[in-house]
């Protein structure tokens, strides 16, 4: 099946840092989604993409559908302590199946 | 109801037995998933339903899986005779029919095999 790659797998940060994370893939994807995934809980969508070089911005989250339709990035400015998680990126693969990566896992100092 | 809505939250069980795991999606969502999410790892395609049939199953790790819908809402996902590599988080979400607004998750079911 498509593969979604994640980079990088960790970071640690220092609050009020800018943080940048991406997703590759070898295979086309015509929907990019992020999440974030709090300890204990279910992944919480943050952010959609539906066009190839679309730039979509929510609150302090920045993220953009790459023009080959195979990468995507998640930015967030001024990172503050609730910010810590577990960042998913996701497609669809046909018409239903969300395919995840493995994910970036976020810790800030404060 | 207003999300979806998983139990057990916590299963701990014998290695051998059978579980259960309940999933009620949000009303209205005619689509389910189930994924399982083992410790540090990302989320792993399990089957989905529209409605009450499965059109995508491939997901099920072993035949000791299934699952089933019934009244186009509540989901069961059996795991018979569990072995302790089945321990994980598994996650239930629903949708719309075509999915394309991205899922709804519950907070899942952490199930351990002892």
């Known amino acids: 099946g498509q593969q979604l790659n994640q980079s990088p797998q960790s970071m640690f940060i220092q609050e009020g840092e800018d943080v940048s994370m991406n997703c590759t893939s070898s295979s086309i994807f015509n929907t990019w989604l992020w999440y974030k995934q709090d300890p204990g809980e279910g992944p919480v969508l943050l952010i959609a993409l539906y066009k190839a070089g679309e730039l979509t911005s929510n609150g302090r989250l920045t993220a953009q559908f790459g023009i080959t339709r195979k990468d995507s990035f998640l930015n967030i400015s001024a990172s503050i302590p609730s910010d810590v998680g577990i960042y998913f990126c996701?497609?669809?693969?046909?018409?239903?199946?969300?395919?995840f990566g493995q994910g970036t896992r976020l810790t800030i100092n404060p | 109801g207003a999300g979806v809505s998983q139990s057990p939250s916590n299963k701990v069980t014998e290695k051998g037995k059978d579980v259960e795991l309940r999933c009620d999606p949000i009303s209205g969502h005619t689509a389910l998933y189930w994924y399982r999410q083992s410790l540090g790892q990302g989320l792993e395609f399990l089957i989905y339903f529209q409605g009450n049939s499965a059109p995508d199953k491939s997901g099920l790790p072993s035949d000791r899986f299934s699952a089933e819908r019934t009244g186009g809402s509540v989901s069961t996902l059996t795991i018979q005779r569990t072995q302790q590599e089945d321990s994980a988080v598994y996650l239930c979400a629903s949708s719309l029919s075509n999915g394309n607004y991205g899922y709804t998750f519950g907070s899942g079911t952490r199930l351990t095999v002892v």
């Open positions: 996701a497609g669809f693969q046909g018409a239903q199946k969300l395919v």
